[in-house]
C-alpha cells in the first residue's frame, strides 16, 4: 500500500507502522486533506495523530484530532488546535472523548481499513 499522497510529519523518526500506513492510505482516499503526525510514547511505542483543521474566513476555528493505535481510536476537538496537544495522547490533553464531537472505537480485531472507514464518517459528520 503506498502512502505517496501522505506528508507524514510528527515526532518519530523512520516510517509508519503496517497498520498505521493501512489506515492512513484508505483515510486518505476516503477524506483528502488530513494530516498525520507520527508519534511514539516514551517507551517507544508508536502511534498516530491526524487532524483536520477547520477553517471559519482566515481563521483556525477548531481541531479535530485522534489517536491511532493498536487499540484502536480515540479523539475530538483539540483544545489548542495542536498549539500544545500535538504529540500528547487524547487521555492526558484532556480530549473529551465522550462529547458530540468523542470518538472512541476499539480495535477490537477490526481492520485498519475498516477503521478508516468509522473514522471517515466521523471527519466528515463532526466537520459542523
Do not use: K
Not at 82 to 105: H, K, M, T, Y
Amino acid at each position: 500500500m503506498a502512502s505517496d499522497d501522505i506528508d507524514w510529519g510528527g515526532r518519530r523518526e523512520g516510517e509508519p507502522t503496517s497498520a498505521e500506513l493501512a489506515f492512513a492510505s484508505s483515510l486518505n482516499v476516503l477524506v483528502p486533506g488530513l494530516d498525520y503526525w507520527l508519534h511514539a510514547d516514551a517507551d517507544g511505542t508508536p502511534w498516530l495523530l491526524v487532524s483536520l483543521d477547520l477553517v471559519e474566513g482566515q481563521s483556525i476555528r477548531d481541531t479535530l484530532r485522534l489517536d491511532f493505535d493498536d487499540d484502536g481510536i480515540r479523539g475530538g476537538c483539540s483544545p489548542s488546535c495542536l498549539n500544545w496537544d500535538d504529540g500528547v495522547r487524547a487521555e492526558e490533553a484532556s480530549i473529551d472523548l465522550s462529547g458530540p464531537d468523542g470518538l472512541v472505537v476499539p480495535a477490537n480485531g477490526a481492520s485498519s481499513e475498516d477503521l478508516a472507514r468509522r473514522v471517515a464518517e466521523w471527519f466528515t459528520t463532526v466537520r459542523r
